[in-house]
């Protein structure tokens, strides 16, 4: 049976606040906040503490969160959302065994991005025994303007999604090395969409290269993105477009031809 996909809402009527607060809520703790109270929690996602201490009291009910009866922080019922992403969705399920193979001939870490707003989003990841040791996960943000899989997606977009992309995304300088200034950005995202691959070249963290080329549906349509990452002193730009380019197109097309 197909799924029946529904038009997004047009009034405020047909949606449930309380669902978007805690979905939110769950979304404010990382690295640098693990452990808050319902006041930081509320700060973070604009809402009120009243409201923000509801919606984590419900959160630990359900077992996706913990409290001391002063601070938060996420609980491994969470987990069950990414096991839900991830056995559903047909993307990170097609290419989980490609990955894996992928990383494992290649000794580097590979990633299966997808754009979500104005970030590019780990939707699958296999590392590497041997390869570099990088905080990324399934759920992992990057940025689109710095990243070797945001500017595979962004250069697939033409005309107005191009245009709307590029001017609201923030071009942020996470390195000496980042590149923030949009007229070079514009005319490398052109030999980006030209050349069918993207580079980052210690742009993100100093110390670790990655090469990104589109992944396709059967239609032409891009769907992600396919990245290998590699730590600078291992490979140069040069060595991972001669040695890894050539088997991660051999991956492309065969995800091309799997996905209608």
């Known amino acids: 049976m197909n799924a029946i996909s529904f038009p997004p809402p047009n009034h405020e009527k047909d949606l449930i606040a309380g669902l978007a607060k805690g979905l939110s809520l769950i979304e404010a703790f990382d690295d640098e906040h693990a452990r808050l109270t319902s006041s930081e929690a509320a700060r973070r996602v604009g809402i009120s503490p009243a409201a923000a201490r509801r919606c984590l009291l419900t959160l630990c009910q359900g077992g996706y969160a913990r409290t001391d009866g002063?601070?938060?922080?996420?609980?491994?019922?969470?987990?069950r959302l990414a096991y839900a992403y991830s056995t559903s969705t047909r993307l990170p399920r097609l290419l989980q065994p490609t990955l894996d193979a992928l990383s494992e001939r290649t000794?580097?870490?590979?990633?299966?991005?997808?754009?979500?707003g104005m970030e590019a989003m780990v939707a699958a990841r296999s590392t590497a025994r041997k390869s570099l040791t990088v905080g990324l996960g399934v759920g992992s943000r990057l940025p689109l303007h710095c990243s070797a899989t945001g500017r595979v997606l962004l250069?697939?977009?033409s005309g107005a999604d191009f245009e709307s992309l590029f001017n609201a995304m923030p071009l942020c300088r996470l390195t000496p090395h980042?590149?923030?200034?949009?007229?070079?950005?514009?005319?490398?995202?052109?030999?980006?969409?030209?050349?069918?691959?993207?580079l980052s070249n210690e742009e993100i963290e100093v110390g670790v290269r990655s090469i990104a080329v589109?992944?396709?549906?059967?239609?032409?349509s891009v769907?992600?993105?396919?990245?290998?990452?590699?730590?600078?002193?291992r490979m140069t730009a040069s060595e991972m477009i001669e040695q890894l380019l050539p088997a991660m197109l051999r991956s492309q097309n065969w995800v091309r031809s799997r996905l209608s």
């Open 107 to 116: 000794r580097e870490s590979a990633s299966v991005v997808v754009l979500q």
């Open 178 to 198: 980042t590149l923030t200034d949009p007229v070079r950005l514009r005319k490398l995202l052109v030999s980006c969409a030209d050349n069918g691959y993207a």
């Open 214 to 220: 589109p992944l396709y549906s059967f239609g032409g």
């Open 155 to 157: 250069s697939s977009k």
């Open 70 to 79: 002063k601070r938060f922080w996420l609980d491994h019922g969470v987990l």
């Open 223 to 233: 769907v992600g993105a396919l990245s290998l990452s590699s730590r600078a002193d």
